[in-house]
């Protein structure tokens, strides 16, 4: 497994815009690179959710409810997967989390409220 460790969570409010972290300082470069990096997020009393996924073809996924305002990206190099999010809602409130080569981070949280 691959250590994870997100950043960038933190209280704001609807509107304003977050860009959340994943570094995995311990992956082999030839193992990150070619790997689906996925971010995830679990708000209270839920399910974990799948939100967004970049393939290593670069080819991207998003759920519905994030469209338009979520971006996933990655820095091969650097060993580090992205999440931009911008137009925040009350509803994007949850923890989350990082996921690639089977291997899940601690999760950051993310509240937004008035």
């Known amino acids: 497994q691959v250590r994870l460790v997100e950043s960038g969570g933190g209280l704001v409010q609807p509107g304003e815009s977050l860009r959340l972290t994943c570094a995995a300082p311990?992956?082999?470069?030839?193992?990150?690179?070619?790997?689906?990096k996925a971010w995830y997020r679990q708000a209270p009393g839920k399910q974990r959710e799948l939100v967004a996924r970049?393939?290593?073809?670069?080819?991207?996924w998003y759920a519905d409810g994030v469209k338009g305002r979520f971006t996933i990206s990655a820095d091969n190099s650097r060993k580090r997967v992205y999440l931009q999010i911008n137009s925040l809602e009350p509803e994007d409130t949850a923890v989350y989390y990082c996921?690639?080569?089977?291997?899940w981070g601690q999760g950051t949280q993310v509240t937004v409220s008035p």
């Open positions: 970049l393939a290593p073809s670069g080819t991207t």
């Open positions: 311990t992956a082999i470069t030839s193992v990150f690179r070619p790997t689906t």
């Open positions: 996921y690639l080569d089977n291997s």
